[in-house]
C-alpha cells in the first residue's frame, strides 16, 4: 500500500493503548528487514533515517531513500511510514519533505523552550503547506553513554510546558523526555512513569518515546499504557546488523559466497525485529 501518515499510524496505536515501533535504518537490507518483518507479524511499522546518514549523500540521498522505503511500502501488506529522524537543519528538513519523506523531526531540545517554540513552529507551518508531518522533542533526551543524562531530571519533559508547546507550535508529535537516552544503557534506565502520565493528559498530541535500545521490556509495556506511541530504536539494531556482518566472514572467511551475505544478515535481523515488534499490541 501507499506510505501511510505517521500520525495515522500513531492514531490507531493510541485506540489500542500502544505504541508503534519505529527503526533507525540506513540502507536496503535494514529498511526491507524492517518492512518484512512487519508484514511477518501483521504490524505497522515506521522507517527512519538519520540525516548523518545522508547528509552529502554519504551512505544514501534523501531522495534514492525515500524511494527506496516506498518501494518497499507499495508492495507491503501493513502500514509503513517513513519519517526524518533528529535534525535541526531547516533548509536539510524541507530538502528532506521535497525528497519524498512525509514525516520529519525537527529536534530543537538543546535550545531554551522559547526558541525551540519558534523554530519548531516555522517548521510546522512550511511542512503542513507541503503536506508533512512534524514530530519534535522537548526537553532534552540525551546519551546513555553520559551514564547522568538519562538521570537528569532538568532534562526532564514539564507536563505544563508540553501542552503550551504543543498549542503554540501545532506539532503532530512530540518526543518526551522522560528516563530514557540514546544508546547503549550503562545502567538500567528508570522510567519516570508518573511524569508521563501528566505530560499525556496535558496534551492530546501524540507522545513519542527516544532511546528505545536496551529498556526493560516491562517499563516499556508501562510506557505504552501510559501514553507512548511512537517507540524509536536505533542502537541495538545497528549493532546487530554490524556484529552479524562479523560473524558471517568469521563463519566463512574468505570461502563465503559473497551473494549470500544479505540474506544471511536479513534473516537475523528479522529474527530480532519479529521479537521486538511483539511489544506493539495491535
Ligand atoms: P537508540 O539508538 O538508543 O535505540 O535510540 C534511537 C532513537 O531514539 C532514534 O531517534
Known sequence: MPFTKVSAILKEADLHHTSALAFNCVDYTTASSVVHAAEAVGKP??????????????????????????????????????????????AYIISAVKAGFPSVMYDGSMLPVEENIVNTKKVVETAHILGAEVEAELGHVGFASTKTDQFNEDMYTRADVAARFCAETGVDSVAVAVGSAHGFYKTAPKLDLGRLEEINAATDTPLVMHGGSGIPSDQVALAFEKGINKFNVGTEFFHLYHTTLHEFYKQYGTEGDFFDIPVYVQKRLQEYLVKKLELCRM
Request: charged letters at 20%; hydrophobic letters at 40%.
Open 45 to 90: 511499522v515506521i522507517v527512519m533515517l538519520y540525516p548523518e546518514h545522508s547528509y552529502k549523500n554519504r551512505f544514501c540521498s534523501l531522495e534514492g531513500f525515500a524511494s527506496m522505503v516506498k518501494s518497499l511500502a507499495d508492495k507491503a501488506s501493513i502500514p509503513v511510514g517513513l519519517h526524518l529522524d533528529h535534525c535541526s537543519d531547516y
